[in-house]
């Protein structure tokens, strides 16, 4: 059966133009539903509504005779088809094709609408120096990620005389050719001077030698990219460098209690193209931090309430201002006090009186280091393919970061749910694809109707989340009924009745669990479209204080446990590991987790002392297994090299028909231990070294590898490690606050035992310098990333 048409005229020019329109946001979608199959879960749900929307691009573009586009959606729906409705999963070589016709279909819809969409050759032009072949032909198909108007040239004269006449966004320039760099690196110098044309200069090169970098440095480049060249991060280094700076302002708060003075910089900064606040009240600097979400502080040192020293000390005691950058500026000369400053958190100082183009340049290198650093420890995907907006993981993890921070404050925020009601009426009219399209007009919407400060994101297939901060109560909800009334408002495409349903909930001291208040907030909006279109619902969240706070495990937990087992009903989550010693090596920790019937997302020791209560710990340790073994094998299938470790309790460590079970598992899901790390408690095992000792053995002959968890920095530990022969320990979360110098000592003497050494709960970015300098091999913490719902974290980007 065809798709409805909905409002799509398919024998009308307007029909077809609208179907070209919509486009890039069917093909965005479908293209999200694949990433979901193809690193998570094979999940027949999914591939049906992959499905579907490809069906419908292949009925219109047959209807509307766009042969091409048609030709390769048509090739991708017949593939598709052997698999919907049936147990088959594909192999490695099928996912890979798959892969590929979906990759051809967006390549096709770009075609398909190029012809109404003026190319962006013209905004970003790349030139490339170097000779023919070898690296400029890596370069050239590593540049094949950025939509780019791309000039090669062997002749640095010849690559003059065309910037004199058409100044390149960015340039590239082979290592070889340094010898040839002094005129090219002087005009670049003098446009940057004399005409405010800032062209960064990267090189590639198949060395990484220090004295290469050295002189590329010294020839004026901004970035160096080793052979194989990164296609990821070389799109991102362009997209950050060639974009104008208009798009993402640097934005810095003045503190200065002079008021003369914070004129004068703000003046000095906002000539720059920053955007600025001046805090001319010292005591009220955390609030207006939190609203303006700055990129830097300038900071005087010498105020009379609280002076910038004692300041700066408060301001990095807050979590999310550790890593926020702060420039001291004070006519102090003494050198002393100028360390003094710095040795309290800041990060560079500027004497008084004040040099505009100085002030400028040491403001917006600051800022620039400090947003390469924010991706320093890797990427995920932040935004939504459809709508733009932020991803429901990383609405995850701003929320959990506001629950974290001190509540004592004034301003409150809440959690604000919002659908578009009679959803199933809008299928049936528009089709999945025409669907997907109104979902990425909707959210287009919500974004330009929400604050600077706010924050929002899609949250599931029909379902949006704001983050909302205001100074009370009552102004959240206004804030939320005005949202829901400008959406009511506003004139979608076809004439469209459109109006949306929301539901608020608070974020206060007794829910911990962002999950849980997400969850709470999509409860109040079904209660909200019960009443009726474009109605808002607060969920009630009572009168218990924090002493009286629900417990997060409810009388039936141990019931849900049992219940999971047999559904298969948890929540998988995955951390990442970061491998400080090889570069882009993917390493995730399974992490459990299993809602409450207040909807919070239970796990860890919690989770573990639920199972033994109920009496299903092994069962417990069993399951988590055999995902662990299901995401090695598909991630193998798929050609990626993935470590996974999985915690396993003391049912498991000390019992001696484990290996056996192990073994049986691998060969009836046709797949090796490799890649597999099993780990346990140290004190665990303590109980009964003999059997331990043999089961370690027994895994190691299947190529599993062990960790010794909780490990500490006594004697007994590390003869207990060398008595095992484990191949990683994860150090015990209180010598996370030890010294240098024993973490030193714990770090070599498992080095020397061959273990690789594992740091978890890094939530300090201070921590990271510590333990990477100490020789540890491994970091992970929540810092660095929480726990994701999928596997899509980019350890390209780790830079450590």
């Not at 088959?88 to 070589?93: G, L």
């Not at 950058?325 to 560079?348: H, R």
């Not at 491998?579 to 987790?593: C, F, H, K, M, P």
């Not at 010794?708 to 484990?726: G, H, I, M, Q, Y």
Request: glycine residues 8%.
């Amino acid at each position: 059966m065809a798709p409805s048409s909905g409002h799509l005229d398919e024998h009308s020019g307007q029909g077809r133009d609208a179907f070209v329109a919509q486009l890039p946001k069917r093909v965005a979608a479908i293209e999200d539903v694949w990433s979901k199959l193809s690193t998570v879960d094979w999940n027949q749900d999914q591939l049906e509504s992959l499905y579907d929307r490809v069906r419908e691009i292949s009925e219109f573009s047959k209807s509307l005779n766009l042969f091409q586009l048609n030709e390769s959606v048509f090739s991708l729906e017949v593939y598709l088809s052997s698999f919907v409705g049936s147990d088959i999963r594909p192999d490695a070589s099928q996912m890979e094709a798959i892969g590929g016709l979906v990759r051809a279909l967006n390549t096709a819809a770009k075609v398909t609408s190029s012809s109404g969409v003026e190319p962006i050759g013209g905004q970003v032009t790349i030139f490339v120096l170097g000779e023919k072949g070898g690296l400029t032909t890596e370069l050239g198909t590593a540049l094949g990620k950025v939509d780019a108007d791309v000039h090669f040239f062997s002749d640095v004269d010849v690559l003059l005389q065309q910037m004199h006449k058409h100044p390149p966004k960015v340039v590239f320039a082979d290592t070889a050719m340094l010898a040839e760099m002094p005129p090219l690196s002087a005009e670049i110098v003098r446009m940057r001077s004399h005409m405010a044309l800032q062209i960064p200069l990267l090189f590639i090169s198949n060395s990484s030698s220090l004295q290469l970098r050295v002189d590329a440095i010294r020839a004026g480049g901004d970035g160096y990219f080793v052979s194989p060249l990164d296609a990821n991060a070389i799109a991102s280094q362009i997209g950050d460098m060639a974009s104008p700076d208009q798009q993402h302002p640097y934005r810095v708060v003045v503190v200065e209690d002079d008021p003369t003075q914070a004129d004068f910089a703000g003046s000095i900064l906002r000539k720059a193209g920053m955007e600025v606040l001046l805090v001319t009240e010292p005591t009220q600097v955390i609030g207006k931090l939190r609203e303006f979400a700055p990129d830097l502080i300038l900071m005087d040192i010498y105020m009379p309430e609280v002076n910038g020293i004692e300041l700066t000390t408060v301001i990095r005691d807050y979590p999310e201002f550790v890593a926020l950058p702060i420039v001291f500026l004070s006519g102090e000369q003494n050198t002393d006090k100028q360390l003094d400053a710095l040795s309290v958190g800041g990060d560079d100082f500027i004497a008084k009186p004040i040099r505009p183009k100085h002030l400028q340049s040491v403001v917006q290198t600051r800022i620039r280091r400090a947003r390469q650093l924010k991706t320093a420890t890797g990427q995920t995907a932040k935004h939504d393919r459809v709508t733009g907006l932020f991803s429901r993981q990383h609405f995850l993890d701003k929320v959990s970061r506001v629950i974290e921070q001190d509540q004592g404050h004034s301003s409150v925020a809440a959690i604000m749910a919002i659908r578009p009601d009679d959803v199933q009426r809008l299928r049936g009219e528009l089709g999945v694809g025409g669907t997907d399209h109104l979902m990425s007009d909707f959210g287009t919407v919500l974004e330009q109707h929400i604050r600077e400060t706010d924050l929002a994101a899609r949250i599931g297939d029909h379902d949006f989340g704001v983050l909302l901060k205001r100074d009370s109560n009552a102004d959240v909800e206004q804030a939320a009924r005005e949202l829901l009334a400008e959406i009511g408002a506003h004139a979608f495409e076809a004439d469209l009745d459109l109006s949306a349903s929301g539901g608020l909930c608070l974020i206060d001291a007794r829910h911990a669990d962002a999950n849980g208040l997400v969850n709470r907030a999509l409860a109040a909006c079904e209660e909200a479209q019960k009443s009726g279109r474009g109605m808002l619902h607060v969920h009630a969240t009572g009168e218990a204080t924090r002493e009286s706070a629900p417990e997060v495990v409810d009388n039936d937990f141990g019931s849900r446990v049992k219940q999971a087992l047999l559904n298969n009903s948890f929540i998988t989550l995955y951390q990442p590991l970061l491998d400080l010693q090889t570069r882009g090596s993917e390493n995730y920790e399974i992490v459990l987790r299993l809602e409450n019937s207040e909807g919070d997302l239970i796990g860890g020791r919690v989770l573990i002392d639920a199972a033994d209560a109920a009496g299903v710990g092994e069962e417990l340790d069993h399951w988590t297994l055999d995902r662990a073994i299901d995401i090695l094998k598909q991630r193998r299938e798929s050609g990626r090299r993935t470590r996974i470790f999985v915690h396993q309790s003391i049912h498991t460590a000390l019992n001696t028909n484990m290996p056996a079970w192990l073994i049986g598992r691998l060969r009836a899901k046709q797949v090796v231990g490799t890649g597999l790390v099993i780990d346990f408690s140290l004190s665990d095992l303590s109980q009964d070294l003999k059997t331990a000792k043999a089961n370690i053995t027994a895994l190691r002959e299947m190529d599993v590898e062990v960790s010794l968890s909780r490990f500490p920095e006594k004697d007994a530990a590390f003869k207990v490690l060398n008595f095992l022969s484990a191949g990683y320990i994860n150090i015990a979360p209180r010598l996370l606050k030890a010294d240098r110098s024993v973490i030193s000592a714990v770090i070599r003497q498992a080095h020397e035992a061959n273990a690789k050494v594992i740091v978890s709960n890094i939530d300090d970015p201070r921590s990271i310098d510590l333990h990477w300098s100490s020789g540890a091999d491994f970091l992970q913490g929540n810092f660095i990333q929480r726990p994701l719902e999928n596997m899509e974290y980019d350890f390209s980007q780790v830079v450590i």
